[in-house]
């Protein structure tokens, strides 16, 4: 593959010293939502693709190695999930893994960009599948942190998980991934609730990683990172699941994989007992990197 020319490829950073790209293909829409730039393209490689800012977020051939990570540890870990939150995810993914567990009751999605919903239904209903438009789902086009922090209290909301689907903790986003938020978000959970993000590359963003895992451990009793390989992203990706009550790490593959079966979850192509134990066995690297 010759890549001489760079105007044929999509790139992004990984940190100041690296990088990585895929071939262009077709572009679709490119705009301005009111706070961020957008592009979807059609790609030879991973098909739809959208990018907020210069920044990968999803496609519809590889989007189940994020969103079945980022969704079930934390939801096949609790015994009896009803009420979900989840601030981000405007395009769908991770409430569509959400709907796969039976129990759920309802789910309140809270997104800053209305444009990224848009660009969801238009483009992306391999990704959302319907999830969206589901009747137990609640869309509200808000600031996270103000649902969080006024909102939510104010309607006396209560949730079994919350999962911040978020970008990455630059510029608005940073107070998203704060201690004080962190706490803020414990507040609205039921006893026993579960809380999930991601954490980011432990190669190429080593401090983030820890920095994040710092916060964590600051507002839960058991804050558990876990790793996996997202091809979207270039690289290991971390996320990791906190309460006060609850452990992930302590589902062997045997319970994870009954679980699954029990709540006829259907349609998982990464998500498993044995991929669930791997996920949370953590390289030494990592471990020096935490321990930082």
């Not at 077709?26 to 920044?55: H, I, M, N, S």
């Not at 509200?140 to 649902?147: Q, S």
């Not at 983030?208 to 290991?236: D, I, K, Q, W």
């Amino acid at each position: 593959m010759n890549i001489s020319d760079c105007s044929e490829l999509l790139c992004e950073s990984l940190n100041n010293n690296s990088g990585f790209f895929f071939r262009k293909g077709t572009l679709l829409e490119e705009g301005k939502t009111l706070f961020q730039a957008y592009e979807v393209w059609d790609t030879p490689q991973f098909g739809k693709l959208f990018r907020l800012d210069g920044y990968f977020m999803t496609s519809e051939r590889d989007e189940f190695f994020y969103h079945e990570n980022m969704v079930h540890p934390a939801l096949v870990t609790h015994p009896d999930p009803k009420a979900v939150l989840i601030i981000g995810g405007g395009d769908g993914g991770s409430a569509e893994e959400v709907f796969k567990h039976p129990s759920i009751e309802r789910i309140v999605l809270v997104e800053l960009d209305k444009g990224v919903i848009d660009l969801a239904r238009r483009f992306f209903g391999s990704i959302h599948r319907g999830s969206l438009d589901d009747p137990r789902m609640e869309i509200l086009i808000e600031d996270g942190l103000k649902y969080v922090r006024e909102i939510g209290p104010g309607r006396g909301d209560e949730f079994d998980i919350i999962i911040l689907d978020l970008t990455d903790p630059i510029g608005p986003a940073t107070e998203l991934y704060t201690p004080r938020f962190m706490a803020d978000c414990k507040a609205l959970l039921n006893s026993g609730g579960m809380f999930v993000l991601h954490i980011g590359s432990p190669v190429f963003e080593p401090g983030r990683v820890s920095g994040l895992m710092n916060n964590l451990e600051s507002v839960f009793h058991h804050a558990a990172p876990y790793f996996a390989y997202v091809p979207l992203y270039g690289t290991l990706w971390g996320m990791a699941c906190a309460s006060d009550l609850r452990d992930p790490r302590l589902m062997d593959r045997i319970k994870v994989d009954e679980i699954v079966r029990d709540r006829s979850l259907q349609d998982l192509q990464y998500y498993n007992g044995s991929v669930h134990e791997a996920g949370f066995a953590l390289p030494e690297f990592i471990k020096k990197i935490l321990s930082a």
